[in-house]
């Protein structure tokens, strides 16, 4: 017993070490697409990384210093109005990313193509900002003025946080050009599903739901040639207000073009849907074997 308890708090720590190592690594990641691409070739792409972009161009204040004395501000905010909802991770991620930015300010770009920038700047920065996001951090900045404005307004934080960047961007286009507010739009679409690719990763995994008068043969064929786990649900027809019985099968993108054809073998009028899921957790499935839910 005390073994296992001296184990379960030496993996805490661990995981906590390797928490803020990664929320390291993140805000490294973003702070080279920032000095590597966007910086150089002025692409605001929203957030207080923009708009220090913005304020460097017209009083030529060092973005790093910038998003210091706006984060700082910012942090105490958040934790009078936001509470316990405001972690040490997201204070670490507003003090971090800037003193990144700040280290690798004289960094060549590597291009000075409008398109090349908003693209690989935008990944960069949301790879980065997906690492920290995973790691359950934040980089502060505008996250938290979109979070106190959603506690106070009801508006959505992805709403709050899609106004402030469409501000951002708005100003990039007088104080800048509308050319590269242009391709700040598109970083910041490459940002956001770079975020997401973090976040969700690769997965290649189906769901699929199958309604079927013979449910049985199909949820033994799954589980024997396809060694597969499925769940049986209750349902009602909406139509005929029969009761029915719905499998619910999760599998890899490989395994779907057999398991139509064995499906349609059994029961040609078998109502399928399958859907994308982008991640799928439990014991079972990431190895490959049966698992009955």
């Known amino acids: 017993m005390i073994g296992n308890k001296f184990f379960i708090r030496n993996n805490s720590k661990y995981n906590y070490v390797m928490q803020y190592f990664n929320l390291t690594i993140g805000c490294a990641i973003a702070a080279l697409g920032f000095n590597l691409f966007l910086r150089p070739n002025q692409i605001a792409s929203g957030g207080m990384v923009g708009i220090s972009l913005l304020v460097n161009r017209l009083f030529n204040i060092e973005p790093a210093i910038l998003q210091w004395g706006g984060n700082i501000p910012l942090i105490f905010v958040g934790l009078i109005l936001m509470g316990r909802k405001f972690t040490l991770r997201t204070i670490f991620g507003s003090l971090v990313l800037p003193l ?19 693209i690989y700047g935008g990944l960069l920065s949301g790879l980065g900002l997906g690492i920290v996001f995973k790691n359950n951090g934040s980089t502060g900045g505008t996250s938290i003025i979109a979070s106190v404005i959603n506690k106070y307004s009801g508006i959505s934080i992805g ?35 770079a975020v997401d690719l973090i976040q ?35 349902g009602f027809g909406g139509y005929s207000g029969k009761e029915c019985t719905v ?24 109502f399928v849907i399958i859907s994308d899921t982008h991640e799928v957790l439990g014991q079972g499935f990431n190895i490959h074997r049966k698992t009955e839910n």
Not at 102 to 113: A, D, E, K, M, P
Not at 200 to 227: A, H, M, P, Q, R
Request: glycine content about 4%.
């Open 100 to 118: 990144f930015i700040l280290l690798t300010t004289n960094i060549h770009s590597l291009t000075s193509n409008l398109l090349l920038a908003s």
């Open 159 to 193: 709403n709050s946080q899609g106004i402030i960047d469409g501000t951002v961007i708005i100003a990039a286009a007088f104080i800048f050009n509308p050319e590269k507010a242009l391709y700040a739009i598109i970083s910041l679409f490459i940002t956001t599903k």
């Open 200 to 234: 969700l990763g690769f997965s290649g995994s189906k769901v699929v739901f199958v309604v079927s008068d013979k449910s049985e043969i199909i949820k033994d064929t799954v589980l024997k040639d396809l060694d597969r786990g499925l769940t049986k649900l209750s």
């Open 247 to 270: 499998l619910m099968v999760v599998m890899d993108q490989s395994e779907i073009n057999r398991f139509k054809s064995l499906v349609k073998n059994i029961d040609s009028n078998a």
